[in-house]
């Protein structure tokens, strides 16, 4: 169990510090609204700040999206137990979920905003935090979609 959760924890810090380092790296060498184009017509660097949740709704809306997270957070944690159980990939989503949205709440207690600059082009412009967030998410589904009831004892259903 502790290695589980200690490539959950790694993880995590590798998400956050990761995601931290890009969000300041392109408010230092971006102004606010530059692109630069990655490949031109499809993907591009664009430095934006939102005040919203994922795709911009919400906007506005920090302190209510900064409860929302610490709720996301702590029940995340509540259920860290059965998911470190599912194995490596679920260790791993795990880190990513936590690390990822910790790094979007750092940003909006911190800036009161979260810093935006992947941009696929007809698709909202988003951070390392969000993919973090969305894989983290799909290796937990993908984890408990693989793993197999079991019956009182622990035997497999």
Not at 97 to 105: D, H, I, K, P, Q
Request: proline letters at 4%.
């Amino acid at each position: 169990m502790k290695k589980s959760i200690a490539l959950a924890v790694l993880t995590g810090m590798a998400a956050f510090v990761l995601d931290y380092a890009s969000k300041r790296w392109i408010e230092a060498a971006l102004p606010l609204h530059d692109s630069i184009p990655i490949w031109p017509g499809i993907f591009d660097i664009t430095h934006t700040q939102n005040t919203g949740a994922a795709f911009g709704i919400l906007q506005g809306h920090g302190s209510f999206l900064v409860w929302v997270t610490v709720a996301v957070v702590i029940l995340t944690l509540g259920f860290s137990r059965g998911l470190l159980a599912l194995g490596p990939a679920a260790q791993v989503g795990l880190g990513l979920v936590l690390g990822g949205a910790v790094g979007n709440l750092w940003d909006r207690l911190h800036r009161g905003s979260v810093t935006d600059f992947l941009h696929i082009h007809y698709w909202p412009v988003f951070n390392l935090a969000d993919t973090f967030v969305v894989v983290g998410g799909a290796l937990l589904l993908l984890s408990l979609s693989r793993s197999q009831p079991r019956g009182k004892e622990g035997e497999k259903l």
